[in-house]
């Protein structure tokens, strides 16, 4: 068969098999000359579409016309506009990039890195994908695994042949992480082997698709909370409580006991082979009885599919099924325009896809009036399912139930484990008759396919796509647990509740040297003595020690850009009921409103944002490097106040890098809002300490450079102790 009929025989198959819903239409796009293989595509608000490509080119459509925006970019494999700066990021292999066009020509101008500090050894694989951006403007991308390279895991099992290929060679691979502003990098979650895919919900909550292989049993959706491990034990010497050799001492049931498992599996060929990035339908109604859910591509299968989750005892999981199959290649990225139209870049470059062709921009349009007959969705009951459909079913149809569970190990990829045909029982259709409850045994840690054969409308019609897979983590508790307290901000991109128990605690390590952390006050410093308090209880003893007092204190000036250095000490105690949030607590409140916490984290473990160090509430520190009580500890302390508009939003927020002991706490981090609320518009206000119940707290050698220029001093700043494994994170 010569390469023409083989390709003409590829493009009949296509035809084939294509299955779109009723109401729904495929329309492709020409493609700029030159533009081979296409990565990622976005929308301007006017309407301009914007694509990256393989070939490193950004490329904008107005109308029908192409022009070329940038060029001799490194395999850029995202993008996104920024409106209120006017500017394109990309996600090219080496770093994040902000494109701009200063003369408004229509070419890009100026290519400005806002991060670099990920590493890239120049293996095969190591792909950088994203960005997306939460509603603060924060953007975040996640780094691919090399493919082969000098560090592995294997772990010995009797399927493990050949497995660990993918390998950690360059700092924070197999990392997601976010960039506030130029020169800022906070990873935030590892364990990822390829995560191709990554969304960010319009609840500012972030999703990451990853594609079967070593250490991932099949194509995954996760969602991803900050500090959780996903996975993939190549990526875990990034942190600073894991060393390559502690790793490689490690078998699969340990990384089992610290992983975090996906909320949707995606079945491998019946769903995904390798997931693009998610994308919410926030059309409100314009594409169709779809609102909210997310929409995936798949690289290989050139299809659409659909997924939602919800959250079962803290932790979100969920359904996924096929919505839609022949398009041209396959898609990776998608967008929606303001019509309502879901766009996506396709390529087969490197990988078969189904569709057959290297690339290709394709939408769908739906036609505002046809509603496909389809399975809309599942949800868990405590006994079974609950799954409802579009349009009113006819003849009831118990479905066909099967279950299993997958392998976690080092092999690439796993087949279906403990596979059972179930029997179901107690069918109910509801009055509206879209609606379908049943009870089936029910078990943690599976999938579940629900099959409706030959399920039949009201109008006789068949269903678009027959089988939804639902993944079981957790069971339904007796009692669901209340969500968490409204302080009248969010947790952007972390995906915690306030003080929620479940964060992973910061790793522990060991603090500077108590000689290291001493240091003098400079010359243009004020020396917080007993003159520059205004709480007559808190008096300071004549070694200018500072017990804490009755009240909290407050300087008697008011600050705002600051540089801050003091020095603390818990009271030693034998009794068991001062533990947790009781074994010394105070706080240190920036500008009287903005907690970073003082309590004893040395073997006394409390919730995550409440652990010494933490911007109380909001983010734990990096890593916990506390002291023993009776010992002094330090905190160094570069602050940014916030700055407001006239009509009192915020502008900026306040920014905060600081060191407890040495060891790098916070890194240019932004704070949410008050310990109790939200911002409220205010100047420079005082520098407070807190009392609280507990044992007791000291302080010393406090004092303050006021009106400390943050962003100049910042680099020296963050250059005031010597660097190790843990301050350097």
């Known amino acids: 068969m010569n390469i023409l009929s083989a390709l003409l025989l590829l493009f009949s198959f296509s035809i084939l098999s294509a299955q779109i819903p009723d109401g729904y239409k495929i329309q492709s796009i020409s493609l700029p000359r030159g533009s ?97 951006v939460d509603s603060l403007g924060r953007k975040y991308a996640s780094l691919n695994l090399a493919a082969r390279g000098e560090f592995t895991v294997p772990d010995g099992k009797p399927f493990g042949k050949g497995g660990g290929n993918m390998s950690y060679n360059a700092p924070w691979r197999g990392w997601v992480y976010r960039s506030d502003r130029k020169g800022h990098f906070q990873p935030l979650a590892g364990g990822f082997r390829s995560p191709c895919g990554i969304g960010m919900s319009p609840e500012d909550e972030l999703f990451i698709t990853d594609n079967q292989g070593d250490w991932v049993a099949d194509c995954v959706l996760y969602h991803v909370r900050e500090g959780n491990f996903y996975g993939h034990p190549a990526s875990l010497p990034a942190r600073p409580d894991f060393t390559k050799e502690k790793v490689l001492s490690m078998k699969a049931e340990d990384f089992e006991k610290i992983r975090t498992p996906p909320a949707v599996w995606l079945v491998r060929e019946e769903i995904a082979n390798s997931p693009g990035s998610p994308i919410w339908d926030t059309t409100n109604g314009k594409f169709g009885p779809f609102k909210g859910q997310m929409f995936i591509g798949d690289q290989r299968q050139s299809n659409y599919f659909r997924s939602g989750v919800e959250k079962i005892n803290g932790e979100y999981q969920g359904w996924c099924i096929d919505f839609l199959r022949g398009l041209e290649s396959g898609p990776v990225k998608m967008s929606f325009d303001s019509q309502g139209r879901l766009w996506s870049a396709q390529v087969g470059r490197g990988w078969f896809s189904k569709g057959g062709k290297r690339t290709a921009i394709q939408y769908v349009e739906w036609d505002k009036k046809t509603t496909p007959f389809a399975i809309h969705s599942a949800s868990l009951t405590k006994t079974g399912f609950s799954v409802r459909f579009t349009e009113r079913i006819g003849k009831k149809v118990t479905p066909k139930v099967s279950s299993w569970g997958y392998h976690y190990y080092s092999t690439y990829g796993s087949p279906p484990v403990d596979q059972q045909e179930l029997k179901v029982s107690n069918y109910q259709l509801s009055k509206d008759r879209k609606t379908v409850t049943f009870d089936v045994p029910l078990s943690k840690k599976k999938i579940y396919a629900i099959t409706f054969t030959e399920q039949r409308n009201t109008e006789a019609e068949m269903l678009d796509f027959d089988t939804i897979y639902y993944t079981l983590n957790q069971l339904r508790p007796v009692r669901e647990p209340k969500s968490g307290r409204n302080v009248g901000w969010s947790l952007a991109g972390s995906s915690w509740n306030r003080n929620d128990k479940n964060r992973p605690l910061p790793p522990v390590v060991a603090p500077l040297s108590a000689d290291k952390c001493a240091i003098p006050a400079p010359k243009e410093a004020t020396q917080l003595d007993s003159t520059q308090w205004t709480n007559p209880n808190w008096v300071l003893d004549k070694n200018g020690v500072m017990p804490r007092g009755k009240g909290n204190n407050s300087t008697v000036k008011a600050y705002g850009d600051a540089r801050i250095h003091l020095e603390f000490r818990f009271d030693q105690s034998d009794n068991p009921d001062w533990k947790g949030q009781l074994y010394g607590n105070s706080g240190i409140f920036l500008m009287s409103g903005y907690e970073m916490q003082v309590v004893n984290s040395f073997q006394n473990p409390t919730f995550a944002d409440g652990t010494c160090g933490s911007i109380y509430g909001q983010h734990p520190p990096r890593v916990n490097s506390s002291r023993k009580p009776g010992e002094w500890q330090s905190y160094d302390i570069l602050m940014k106040a916030p700055v407001f508009s006239d009509k009192g939003n915020v502008d900026q927020p306040l920014r905060v890098t600081a060191f407890h002991n040495g060891i790098l706490i916070h890194n240019d981090t932004w704070v949410y809002g008050e310990v109790g609320g939200p911002y409220k518009k205010h100047g420079k206000r005082p520098l407070m300490i807190q009392d609280h119940k507990g044992t007791g707290v000291s302080f010393r050698n406090l004092w303050i450079i006021e009106d400390f220029p943050y962003d100049l001093n910042l680099p020296a700043f963050r250059n005031t102790f010597p660097r190790s494994s843990a301050s350097s994170i």
């Not at 914007?50 to 016309?65: D, F, L, N, Q, S």
């Not at 192409?66 to 995202?78: S, V």
């Not at 292999?93 to 494109?99: A, N, S």
Request: hydrophobic letters at 30%; one cysteine or more; charged letters at 30%.
């Open 36 to 132: 081979v293989s296409v990565l990622g595509l976005c929308h301007k608000p006017d309407g301009t579409l914007a694509i990256c490509t393989w070939e490193g080119e950004v490329w904008e459509r107005k109308g029908e016309v192409w022009t070329k925006f940038a060029e001799n970019l490194m395999e850029p494999n995202g993008i996104y506009f920024d409106e209120k700066e006017d500017a394109y990021y990309v996600g090219q292999k080496p770093e994040l990039t902000r494109l701009i066009d200063l003369d408004k020509d229509g070419v890009c101008d100026r290519y400005e890195c806002i991060t670099d500090a990920f590493g890239i050894s120049g293996e095969y694989h190591e792909y950088h994908f994203g960005p997306v």
